[in-house]
């Protein structure tokens, strides 16, 4: 197994975890594992995804410049939530308000979706690499 064939299970795994918590009720306990598994998920999304733009031949040093490059190559859509899901990721890593987790937690979906998309790209390409 390569390191992006290793990388494309754990991020879909970690996917599942993510879903499975968005469809629970929501409580401080849901929400806050909710927010821990979207960081997760978020690492896992451009590591592997560095792992698969790596071996088209194409570098990538940051989740903005991976997904950028992941547009370019046609895997992803390339709209603001890309970049707004690496700003939101940075503010969760860093800091923790209470109304800010209230409302990251709303735009959970909304990522899930996106990390599936994603997911479904880079799995659909995956027997090529």
Same mark, same amino acid.
């Given at each position: 197994?390569?390191? &992006? %064939?290793?990388?494309? %299970? *754990? =991020? ?6 993510? @879903?499975?918590?968005? %469809? ?22 451009? #590591?592997?995804? #560095?792992?698969?733009? *790596?071996? @088209? ?7 903005k ?12 859509? &390339? ?8 700003? *939101?990721?940075? &503010?969760?890593?860093?800091t &923790? #308000? ?6 990251? =937690?709303?735009?959970?979906? @909304? ?5 599936? #998309? ?12």
């Amino acid at each position: 197994m390569t390191k &992006y %064939q290793a990388l494309l %299970q *754990e =991020y879909g795994e970690a996917l599942e975890r993510f @879903q499975e918590v968005l %469809q629970q009720e929501k409580t401080e306990f849901i929400r806050d594992s909710a927010i821990k598994r979207f960081e997760i998920v978020f690492d896992l999304a451009w #590591k592997t995804l #560095k792992a698969f733009l *790596e071996t @088209q031949g194409i570098p990538c040093v940051s989740p903005k410049t991976c997904f950028r490059e992941a547009h370019r190559a046609g895997l992803i859509e &390339y709209d603001e939530i890309w970049m707004k899901l690496v700003d *939101e990721r940075n &503010y969760t890593a860093h800091t &923790y #308000k209470e109304a800010f987790a209230e409302n990251i =937690y709303q735009k959970l979906p @909304q990522a899930l979706a996106a990390f599936q #998309k994603l997911r479904a790209a880079l799995a659909k390409d995956a027997h090529n690499v």
